[in-house]
């Protein structure tokens, strides 16, 4: 490989292992290669020993700045698991990206570097404590936009250090499977449908850091097929709940979409035909009637495959497990089509059924602090130097065992 090529591998600011990371380093350990999708982050790398495990309530700072929304957020873990968000701010960016139909990574990042500290503020103030008071940062380290997350992750970092806290670097998929237990006694394990802009999951949630991926998107997440199929419709940006309004007046059964996937075993999911086909009809409906009534096609068309793949990992967990939970999060389980469809399924495979409130299913950083502090109560803390992942599966192992995206990429999103 020539120099060129090398150089672009290497780490651009040389890593100071003394002086100052002393104390870091004391806590943290070891550097791990940003680079390398086998890389193992997870803050699971240092377990404390028994005699070092926190006692009593942990009150934990939690950061978010993956994607368009600034957050943060203090929750109190109790011993017993119980969790209380003392403070929640979210501040979203859909102004900054609305007249661009769509997220504008560039735009998010700088947005975060203006937003975070005044966000971080309000979140101490409304919290009513001081940093000192707290037990332990966490800060979501990926997926997601590479700049954005990098903004919340440094200031995470420098907050820990400054105040010589342990921190914790967050998936965000792990935030989204804890968030049904912000204020909910919703015990582990459960089986989850994460369903958002970015992710279209099923996961078998055990505990923390102890998830496995059941299926997964192979190409578009269900909020992205609402969102470019409502932009292709002109509903402006973000199109889910523009077209779940304009769905509520349509009947789309005269439209026939297609069902992807149709009698396959796994439990992926796939909407990039149905993006396709319904983005082409758009182009050809007339009335304010046709419109309402493809946005109805389009609703159910997704609710029904979110339905269908949901009922097989029911079929898969309940050989597993006599606890039969199923929760749905993300920002799509606000829409009522999707969450009722995927109630009636629940029940008819014997599930109890549970959507977190919707400001825990869109982007928070409540569920940040609480996955931060589920995993410092198990004495599980990271790295100082963890680096912000673009991409990084929940299940890393089942991830490189069975990759969604097989060539010519890096690995799968999430
Ligand atoms: P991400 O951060 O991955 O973009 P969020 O959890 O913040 O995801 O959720 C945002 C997504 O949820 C968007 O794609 C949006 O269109 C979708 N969404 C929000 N409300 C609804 C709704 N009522 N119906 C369908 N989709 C919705
Ligand atoms: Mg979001």
Known sequence: MPDWARASFERRVPIRMTGDMNVARALWGRYLDPMSIGADYSSGNHPATEGQLPKGDLLVLGLETSCDETAASVVRLTPDGTATVLSSVVHSQIDDHAAFGGVVPEIAARSHVEMIAGVTERAMTEAGLGYGELDGVAATAGPGLVGGVMVGLSFGKAAALARGLPFVGVNHLEGHAVSARLGAPVAYPFLLLLVS???CQLLEVR???DMSRLGTTIDDAAGEAFDKIAKAMGLGYPG???LEKLAASGDGSRFDLPRALL????CDFSFSGLKTAASRLAQTVETDQ?????????QSAIARQLAERSERAMKDYAEKHAHRLFVVAGGVAANRTVRSTLESVAAKHGFSFFAPPMAYCTDN???IALAGAERLQLGLTSDIDTAARPRWPLDEAR???DPVHPAGRKGAKA
């Open 290 to 298: 046709d419109r309402a009534d493809l946005a109805d096609a389009v």
């Open 399 to 401: 991830a490189l065992a």
């Open 207 to 209: 505990g923390i850091g």
């Open 197 to 199: 802009g970015g992710h």
């Open 365 to 367: 950083a409540a569920m």
């Open 240 to 242: 889910g709940p523009a």
């Open 263 to 266: 009698g396959r075993k796994d």
